[in-house]
């Protein structure tokens, strides 16, 4: 896979992917989303979306990262199995296709 692919993939929208999931904000603003943690059950949200750069963090673990990490961690697959799924729904552009969903189950 080129870095290029990579960077492709890397820009499909994080909220976009959580709504697919019907994972909704607690909170959201024009910068970020926050939600309750999508990898754990919680009381209090500690999961930002920061909507300007496309990354997440989680707070009470103290990890983030793009859109790939959060589908390894969610989906438990590995970086090609992400790779492989994100990519069979890369649309000719940098858009998002929401007419897909990136689970296979």
Request: net charge neutral; glycine share 4%; aromatic share 8%.
């Amino acid at each position: 896979m080129k870095e290029e692919d990579l960077s492709l993939i890397k820009r499909f929208s994080i909220v976009e992917y959580l709504e697919r999931k019907d994972i909704k904000p607690v909170r959201r603003t024009s910068v970020y989303a926050l939600y309750r943690s999508p990898l754990r059950a919680e009381t209090h949200p500690s999961f930002k979306v920061d909507t300007e750069k496309n990354l997440w963090i989680d707070y009470a673990e103290g990890r983030g990262g793009s859109i790939i990490d959060l589908c390894m961690r969610l989906e438990g697959c590995t970086l090609l199995e992400v790779i492989h799924r994100l990519g069979q729904n890369a649309p000719d552009n940098t858009v998002y296709s929401s007419h897909k969903d990136f689970s296979q189950n």
